[in-house]
């Protein structure tokens, strides 16, 4: 059962820049965390910047995690809307110097502050990156929503990533839709699962996510996605206890 486990990065500003002090301290617990994350999950996807929070580059954080357990897969978010394409490109460099394993191109959040778009487009950033044949050095993805219309997603389909990563989903059946419509194409599908607690349901309420139809069973629902999809990445932001329990519960 592939299983993917998302960490979000410390972040570098709490209402004022982070000393160097504190963001080792963070960066320790970082750590922590996916030591405990890697007894459970060989895989793990490292978030960027979140809502737009500047926070500790995915790349690096992921090389972290790499350098404490070289046997888990990482794969990372990296938002076009803060990069350019020389950027973007040095990223994606660093990726595969350090050995990561995939990196899912989206736009990202708007920043609170500062310029809020490069104009970079995710699709077209996949594209040319294949033709340039970074897509044969690491895994490239893109994301697409929990309910897609496939007429405006073309572009995406086109650029001829690795495969797709869904937005929250909120039934199996979407999962089903989504597989028949794009794996026929050789494309990998990892559905994202929000696990459905108290202290996530802000994140919920956030991405107008009803979790009623899994709330029950978060355990069996997230074994249904797999046995549609293969794959499945797994979501709790503010819950980390409760994640542990459900990886647990996984492996057995």
């Known amino acids: 059962m592939t299983v993917i486990y998302e960490l979000n990065p410390p972040k570098v500003i709490q209402n004022t820049v982070l000393s160097r002090k504190e963001l080792q301290d963070s960066l320790d617990k970082f750590r922590a965390k996916s030591v405990e994350i ?6 793990i996807h490292v978030t960027d910047s979140v809502l737009g929070i500047p926070r500790i580059s995915p790349i690096t954080a992921g090389f972290f995690i790499k350098n ?26 660093d990726a595969i110097l350090l050995n990561l394993n ?20 995710p699709s077209q950033v996949v594209k040319q990156f294949n033709e340039q044949g970074f897509g044969e050095k690491i895994d490239l993805y893109l994301s697409i929503s929990s309910n897609p219309d496939f007429e405006k997603i073309q572009k995406k389909i086109e650029a001829e990533p690795k495969g797709f990563v869904t937005q929250v989903i909120s039934s199996v059946d979407q999962v089903v839709r989504i597989v028949d419509r794009l794996k026929p194409h050789g494309f990998r599908i990892i559905p994202c699962v929000l696990l459905a607690s108290e ?6 309420s956030m991405l107008n996510l009803d979790w009623s139809a899994y709330s029950n069973d978060v355990v069996g629902f997230i074994k249904q996605v797999h046995n549609v999809a293969g794959d499945v990445l797994i979501s709790s932001p503010n819950d980390f206890k409760s994640a542990l329990s459900v990886l647990n519960s996984l492996k057995q």
């Open 38 to 43: 890697g007894r459970l999950c060989e895989n």
């Open 68 to 93: 404490s357990n070289n046997k888990i897969s990482i794969s990372a978010s990296v938002r076009v809307r803060d990069r350019n394409h020389t950027s973007m490109t040095q990223t994606i460099c």
């Open 102 to 121: 995939g990196v899912l191109i989206i736009k990202g959040d708007a920043p609170p502050t500062g310029p809020k778009d490069s104009r970079l487009v």
């Open 199 to 204: 202290l996530n349901r802000k994140s919920a």
